[in-house]
C-alpha cells in the first residue's frame, strides 16, 4: 500500500517508465513489481493496469481513496 500512496496523484494514468522508477525508488525489483506486487495492488481494489499483446505492462491506474466499483461506474 506504501507504493500506492507513493504513485498517487503522480499521474493519471501513470506509464510502465514512470512506475518502473518508482519501484526502483522504493527498492522494488521489476520481477517483484509485475509478479507480486501489481497483482496484490488490483486484488486490493487500489490500482489496475494494462498490459500490452505481449503481456507488458503499459500503463497503471491507482484508485487511492477511491474503489473501483465507483471508477468502473464513472466510466460506464
Known sequence: ???VARIHGFSDP???SA???FAV???IGR???HSTVLPALKAANVADFALDTQG???EVQEFLGVTGNLIEYLKG
Open 1 to 3: 500500500m506504501d507504493f
Open 25 to 27: 525508488q522504493a527498492g
Open 19 to 21: 512506475l518502473e522508477s
Open 56 to 58: 507488458v505492462v503499459i
Open 14 to 16: 501513470l506509464s510502465a
Open 31 to 33: 520481477q517483484s513489481l
